[in-house]
């Protein structure tokens, strides 16, 4: 059975390294383009690219899946079947329908649950208990097509957007490698997901970056969770952007207005206010300098009681 591979991000990865280690064929590798990224702009090649490249595997990294040169290009490949991993592009019907075994796709959520392009985001942000992997046949609307199987984990209070995606991706191996010899014999489930239960999972916009410290601890702290380690959660200390990458609910001595610093514990960090409750921020990034703890945050900028973090 010859694979194409369709994936882009960190989540991709253990299921490629899984069916070249399992002696699956994989012809070529489908990624997103180079993209600018850090400080500087310099063009960043995606995860999976990298490791593609490792495992001596052809890349193609088309601007867009739509067009007919890339349709082209692809069929002399001669897929049995694809498989799409977090690749961050809607795969037209020409492309999607092109292997004679059709098209499936491992999405991080229980569907019809989180639909869309940040699944585990929210899933992490909204707070919920329980989250998983499903592997589906792709249709024409997003993440609409019938299920094959999916797997089932609890979200842990501690839990990132990280830590999460690390743990489904190496359950969507396990869920892959299962169903690979059903898929290539024709007889995997088409379960149909129920209309009534979708819900969807947006892309990350840039001003859900930004802490609005009215909100309560608990909510702060599921949004810095949900954005870590990407695209990271921010917000402002004496005018200047800082980024928060790690944070917990605390008790805290008394009360201040949201964002207000109302403890300087020295092993710890700053203990900060917010609309119910209070959190420490345990790791931060001051803009233009490396990660520090809140500790080492505290020493090094002499952080007083009453200074306040606020809108950037």
């Known amino acids: 059975m010859r694979i194409v591979y369709f994936g882009t991000s960190p989540f991709a990865i253990p299921t490629l390294r899984a069916l070249v280690a399992h002696g699956y064929c994989v012809p070529t590798v489908v990624t997103q383009p180079d993209r600018p990224a850090g400080r500087g702009g310099r063009l960043t090649p995606p995860a999976v690219k990298l490791v593609a490249e490792e495992l001596r595997l052809p890349v193609l990294q088309p601007d867009s899946c739509r067009s007919a040169e890339f349709l082209e290009e692809l069929r002399a490949y001669a897929p049995d079947l694809s498989v799409v991993a977090a690749y961050g592009q809607f795969l037209p019907d020409p492309l999607r329908t092109l292997p004679p075994l059709g098209t499936v796709n491992l999405h991080g959520s229980l569907l019809p649950k989180y639909r869309g392009a940040a699944p585990i985001q929210r899933a992490v942000w909204n707070g919920e208990e329980q989250t998983g992997v499903c592997l589906m046949w792709m249709a024409r609307e997003m993440d609409a097509g019938d299920v094959i199987d999916c797997a089932a984990t609890a979200i842990a209070p501690d839990d990132t957007a990280g830590t999460l995606g690390a743990r489904l991706a190496d359950m969507a191996v396990d869920l892959l490698l299962h169903w690979l010899p059903a898929i290539e014999h024709g007889t995997a489930p088409h379960l149909p997901q129920e209309p009534a239960e979708v ?28 954005l870590s380690p990407q695209p990271v959660a921010t917000t402002a200390f004496r005018g200047f952007p800082v980024k ?13 207005e949201p964002g207000t610093v ?14 119910k409750g209070a959190v420490a921020i345990q790791i931060l990034q001051p803009a233009g300098k490396r990660p520090m703890s809140g500790a080492e945050f505290l020493q090094g900028y002499h952080v007083q009681n009453g200074e306040r973090f606020s809108v950037i």
């Open 199 to 226: 819900t969807f999972a947006p892309i990350i916009r840039k001003e859900e970056r930004e802490i609005d410290w009215m909100q309560s601890a608990v909510q702060i702290d599921r949004q810095i969770r949900a």
């Open 244 to 256: 928060i990458l790690q944070a917990t609910v605390v008790t805290a001595n008394g009360g201040g």
């Open 262 to 275: 109302i403890e300087a514990r020295p092993k710890v960090g700053p203990i900060v206010a917010t609309g």
